[in-house]
């Protein structure tokens, strides 16, 4: 079955203890993307990559990193995550080009207390 | 640079009513557009997708679109909703030229709440 997986689902940790979300597609795809969803906000762009070691900012880069060591694999790392990072994160991923549909994963919910 | 407006954040409708969630856009460009649809506790899925031709566009449980250029809109629609469609929709879209832009825009996001 065709999908994107991420890890863990649900998070609830401290201020500044370093943080990995991981995200996994097992349909190829060249393009991956992490977004956050804030009430009233929709989804906001975080980084996106178009291939392995290719990686870009979006519209809300700062306090996050990104990395592109594999095809399938586009983890989410926070190094010192603050209260104002919790939000629930989605990874997507499709095909190379603008008219092609993302696939989304189920979301993490993250709680930085 | 591309943005998007979902006119409504929320949309209450009785069961077997009709529906238009309204979306606008602005771009200098071409564009692709798209609707998705999340249900609670789930990621996004594609609704429908406008690249070219064909003006209304049907996607799936019901749902069609209509993309008028002129208006720089594409309001969702759908003849009878059920209780299932109940869930947040967004429009969003992706602008062509060359392909050197893969970044997609989301709306804010409306809230369809069907009622028994």
């Known amino acids: 079955e065709a999908q994107v997986t991420q890890n863990p689902r649900y998070l609830i940790t401290v201020t500044g203890k370093k943080l990995t979300v991981t995200c996994s597609q097992n349909?190829?795809?060249?393009?991956m993307s992490w977004y956050r969803q804030d009430p009233g906000l929709g989804l906001r762009q975080i980084y996106y990559s178009m291939n392995v070691e290719v990686t870009d900012k979006g519209d809300v880069p700062e306090g996050y990193k990104v990395s592109r060591k594999e095809k399938r694999n586009f983890p989410l790392i926070l190094e010192s995550p603050s209260p104002n990072q919790t939000s629930l994160y989605f990874c997507?991923?499709?095909?190379?080009?603008?008219?092609?549909?993302?696939?989304f994963g189920d979301g993490t919910r993250l709680s930085i207390l | 640079a591309q943005s998007v407006t979902q006119l409504d954040s929320q949309v209450p409708v009785f069961e077997e009513a009709p529906v238009e969630l309204r979306c606008n856009y602005s771009?200098?460009?071409?564009?692709?557009l798209f609707w998705y649809v999340q249900y609670p506790n789930q990621g996004l899925q594609l609704l429908l997708k406008y690249l070219s031709g064909s003006t209304l566009v049907k996607g799936i449980n019901g749902f069609e679109a209509e993309f008028n250029k002129s208006q720089t809109s594409f309001h969702l629609r759908k003849p009878s909703v059920h209780i299932s469609d109940t869930a947040e929709y967004f429009c969003?879209?992706?602008?062509?030229?060359?392909?050197?832009?893969?970044?997609?825009?989301f709306g804010k996001g409306t809230l369809l709440t069907v009622n028994p």
């Open positions: 969003a879209v992706s602008v062509g030229s060359g392909g050197s832009n893969y970044k997609l825009t």
């Open positions: 771009s200098s460009v071409s564009v692709y």
């Open positions: 997507a991923s499709s095909l190379i080009g603008t008219n092609q549909p993302q696939h």
């Open positions: 349909m190829n795809h060249e393009y």
